[in-house]
Nanobody, 120 residues
């Protein structure tokens, strides 16, 4: 029903900044909570940031104060602004949508992921 496409990943030096984008196709964006997760080889996916359909955000302590999630409902796009990047931020970053209302409530959709590498 929904397709998510991440972009904006790449190589950045420690202390640098990067902005990820996730474009969402379909009509479910406005009814979905959006989130960014990240995963390194052999590890589980960890929540990086979440924003509800109403704009409420939450972050784990590991990124709080450095990362900012935002959404543009007119563009069906969610963003992740990453500042003061650290080596441990290196991972594949995934966009996720969870439907919160309507017939498809509870459904979850994932993007393919985009690589972020923090290295000197």
């Amino acid at each position: 029903q929904v397709q998510l496409v991440e972009s904006g990943g790449g190589l950045v030096q420690p202390g640098g900044s990067l902005t990820l984008s996730c474009a969402v196709s379909g009509s479910l964006f406005g009814r979905s909570a959006m989130a960014w997760y990240r995963q390194t080889p052999g590890k589980e996916r960890d929540l990086v940031a979440r924003i509800t359909s109403g704009g409420v955000t939450n972050y784990p302590d590991s990124v709080k104060g450095r990362f900012t999630i935002s959404r543009d409902n007119a563009k069906n796009t969610v963003y992740l602004l990453m500042n003061s990047l650290k080596l441990e931020d290196t991972a594949v970053y995934y966009c996720n949508a969870r439907v919160t209302t309507g017939q498809l409530i509870g459904n979850s959709y994932w993007g393919q992921g985009t690589q972020v590498t923090v290295s000197s």
